[in-house]
């Protein structure tokens, strides 16, 4: 099953819309508690970076009987380094992205630490791609 969302850069009035739509479809499918809360915390942490950091985006959910794939894509300013970006603190937000209380520079580790496997790809002045799978088994 594969879904669609697109995400606006700069809207944080619905930042978090995608999350709370995989979650609800993966309640459906009586996925445990666990592994739809690591889901959740990962989709949403990248879905308001694109929301904080990019311009626009897309992002599409592919959910099998195994686990869940995600994939978000950007246009956007890119990440010139990712090592850098995945660091626990480090944080480029802008002031107003601070005032709608993100900007911890947790995000990115927290969608790794989540994930079973995640990959980012970025090209500066184009844009991001994330990629989060999660087992359902496990
Ligand atoms: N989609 C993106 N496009 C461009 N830059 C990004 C993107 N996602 C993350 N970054 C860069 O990586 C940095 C770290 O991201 P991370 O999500 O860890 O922290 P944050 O978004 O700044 O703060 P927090 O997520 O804790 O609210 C960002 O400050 C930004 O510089
Ligand atoms: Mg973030």
């Given at each position: ?47 308001v970076?694109?929301v904080a950091h ?43 992205v601070?005032?709608?209380?993100f ?36």
């Open positions: 099953m594969l879904t669609e969302y697109n995400v606006e850069g700069g809207d944080f009035t619905r930042a978090g819309y995608a999350s709370s739509q995989i979650k609800k479809t993966l309640k459906n499918l009586n996925i445990s508690p666990e592994i739809i809360k690591r889901v959740v915390v990962a989709l949403y942490e990248a879905e970076n694109i990019a311009f626009k985006g897309v992002i599409s959910a592919d959910i099998s009987n195994s686990g869940i794939k995600l994939v978000l894509e950007d246009e956007g300013p890119g990440i010139p380094d990712i090592d850098m970006a995945m660091t626990k603190g480090y944080s480029t937000a802008s002031s107003r601070r005032e709608m209380g900007g911890a520079g947790m995000g990115l580790p927290n969608i790794k630490d989540n994930a079973d496997r995640f990959n980012i790809v970025s090209r500066v002045g184009e844009g991001t791609r994330v990629t989060i799978e999660i087992d359902f088994a496990g």
